[in-house]
């Protein structure tokens, strides 16, 4: 009951994100197929493990998402990345490097942090 | 109040000395860096100007290396200061439970809860790939 509990919580998150939500056919065995499109666990995600701000892409790598990889948001990719920010899944734009690094620059301005090194 | 901020996508760590007595601290990890994949380590194909500043005006370790050979572990061990196996993540961390080498544990103290503790900011942009459990068994999954 726990675990079908995450399982509309991914739904709706995905959702969300105006991702298509699909589940695949199971891998082998008995393994449940709505496995294969949860993304990571909730007391494991680094909101819960010391993070205030969270700007993360899914599982192991941007675009994992065919059938049993970690990929958290079908149709996501290294332009125009869907990140997870703060547990609510955003449509960015541009290249993901490009992306993550004016999460960070902007993180750094907004706290006014001082860098003695010119950025 | 003093900040963590945590790149895990970009390996070099930096103590960015603030105003104050107390630094903002950032890291920038990179996953799959070579060794020479800086030109300040010796690339000549790839050119890092920037981060190439940073080691020239910073620390150069010539016999640093990740604790793992992989990212999952290397990042686990980042952010305890633990060998990976000693807190759950001796490989990658997958959904497939007979090619998924762990989970992190989830008591294992963190790095960013102790920067928390003494009053930062926190913040993780770019990959995490710690987030799963253990996988259950077929079993336990449909109890």
Known sequence: MKRMNRILLTAAVAGNAGAAFAVSAPLKGSRPNILLVMTDKEPYQPENRGFDEVFIHGAGGIGQNDPGSQGAVPGTGYFNPIIKHNGTFEQTGGYCTDVFFRQALGWIKQNKIFIPFSL | ?143
């Open chain 2, 1 to 143: 109040m003093k900040r963590l901020l945590i790149l895990p996508f970009l390996a070099a760590l930096n103590l960015v000395a603030g105003p104050s007595d107390r630094p903002n601290v950032l890291v920038i990890m990179v996953d799959d860096l070579g060794y020479a994949d800086m030109s300040s380590y010796g690339s000549t194909d790839l050119q890092t100007p920037n981060v190439d500043r940073l080691v020239s005006e910073g620390m150069r370790f010539n016999k640093f290396y990740a604790n793992g050979c992989v990212c999952s572990p290397t990042r686990a061990a980042l952010l305890t200061g633990r060998f990976p196996d000693l807190v759950g993540m001796p490989g990658v961390t997958r959904l497939h439970a007979d090619d998924s080498w762990g989970c992190l544990t989830p008591d294992a103290v963190m790095l960013p809860d102790l920067f928390r503790e003494s009053g930062c900011s926190t913040t993780l942009i770019g990959k995490w790939h710690l987030g799963l459990e253990k996988e259950k068994s077929a079993d336990e999954t449909h109890e």
